[in-house]
């Protein structure tokens, strides 16, 4: 979900296909877009329950995008990796991603759904 008006991004679900490409392009050139005529602030909020390696390398080229978006165009961007409690792959994920894209990330723990 893209709310221009807001500055939000949300990522959230479980994304599994094989070539998440077609989805994760549309994003992209959602974002592009966006970075045009941008929010004040801009807030990325991903809870990815369960997510594949092709999703992993998509997310890591999506977050990337953004981080330039903030060190080029000095805009306000916030990334939070969500997980619920006790999930500690998805954390690690969170962490992971954290330290490849060299950017905060808020790791933000919530409660398990039901």
Do not use: C
């Not at 479980?14 to 974002?31: G, M």
């Not at 953004?66 to 409690?85: P, S």
Request: no cysteine; charged share 30%.
């Amino acid at each position: 979900m893209m709310d221009f008006k807001s500055g939000l991004i949300e990522i959230r679900g479980n994304s599994i296909p094989e070539d998440p490409s077609e989805f994760f392009r549309k994003l992209e050139r959602a974002i592009e877009e966006y970075r045009k005529s941008p929010a004040p602030s801009t807030t990325a909020n991903i809870f990815l329950n369960i997510f594949n390696t092709s999703t992993s390398k998509w997310m890591v080229y999506l977050l990337l995008r953004l981080k330039e978006f903030a060190q080029t165009d000095g805009h306000n961007v916030i990334i939070n990796w969500l997980y619920e409690r006790g999930d500690d792959d998805s954390l690690e994920a969170g962490r992971g991603f954290m330290k490849l894209l060299k950017y905060p990330v808020n790791l933000i723990e919530t409660e398990p759904e039901e």
